[in-house]
């Protein structure tokens, strides 16, 4: 399934403006839970931690999706590596305790907004864990096609039809 198709099936789930903030917010606070632990491991190769690797990985996926959104979504990333490296340097187990706390935060918030503000949910059906991690890609590329920009991209989002709303709750 292409980008666009994603995006398009995304896109009517997440109507709101409210919403759609918490979501942005919430993908960097899913980041944060994950590296704050992660990065008190430590790879054998030039200080590197494994956050370092999850923070790779993701921008470079985000920019195979969409490379103008995907580098603006590893932005917030630097500020949010460095902070879960502060928080990192606790010990261990207020670490476990602040990356439990920030998920179920998260998760209370995005769900939340789901509910309250859009009326209607997907789970996990929209592109599974992954989209926990790059749901930035899809807000910020809706933010390039308000500006005018990515017109292709828009064009072929909307070729297969409205967007449409299959789930709700």
Same mark, same amino acid.
């Given at each position: 399934?292409?980008?666009?198709?994603? #995006?398009?099936?995304?896109?009517?789930?997440?109507?709101?403006?409210?919403?759609?903030?918490?979501? /942005?917010?919430?993908?960097? #606070?899913?980041?944060?839970? %994950?590296?704050?632990? #992660?990065?008190?491991?430590?790879?054998?190769?030039?200080?590197?931690?494994? =956050?370092?690797?999850?923070?790779? =990985?993701?921008?470079?996926?985000?920019?195979? +999706?969409?490379?103008?959104?995907?580098? !603006?979504?590893?932005?917030?990333?630097?500020?949010? %590596?460095?902070? $879960?490296?502060?928080?990192?340097? #606790?010990?261990?187990?207020?670490? $476990? *305790?602040?990356?439990?706390?920030?998920?179920?935060?998260?998760?209370? %918030?995005?769900?939340? *907004?789901? @509910?309250? /503000?859009?009326?209607?949910?997907?789970?996990?059906? !929209?592109?599974?864990?992954?989209? /926990? /991690?790059?749901?930035?890609?899809?807000?910020?590329?809706?933010?390039?096609?308000?500006?005018?920009?990515?017109?292709?991209?828009?064009?072929? @989002?909307?070729?297969?039809?409205?967007?449409?709303?299959?789930? *709700? +709750?």
């Amino acid at each position: 399934m292409s980008f666009a198709d994603k #995006l398009r099936a995304w896109m009517p789930l997440h109507e709101n403006g409210v919403s759609r903030a918490v979501h /942005f917010v919430g993908a960097y #606070l899913f980041l944060f839970a %994950l590296l704050a632990p #992660l990065a008190r491991v430590a790879l054998p190769v030039g200080g590197l931690t494994a =956050a370092h690797v999850l923070v790779a =990985a993701v921008v470079l996926y985000a920019v195979t +999706l969409e490379w103008t959104a995907g580098l !603006l979504m590893a932005l917030p990333l630097v500020p949010t %590596l460095l902070a $879960a490296e502060s928080v990192a340097r #606790l010990p261990g187990g207020t670490v $476990a *305790a602040v990356a439990v706390g920030v998920m179920v935060v998260r998760f209370a %918030l995005v769900v939340g *907004a789901h @509910v309250v /503000f859009e009326k209607k949910t997907h789970g996990l059906s !929209l592109g599974g864990p992954m989209l /926990f /991690f790059i749901e930035p890609v899809y807000l910020l590329t809706l933010a390039l096609f308000s500006l005018g920009l990515k017109r292709e991209l828009h064009a072929r @989002v909307m070729a297969g039809g409205a967007p449409v709303a299959r789930l *709700a +709750l």
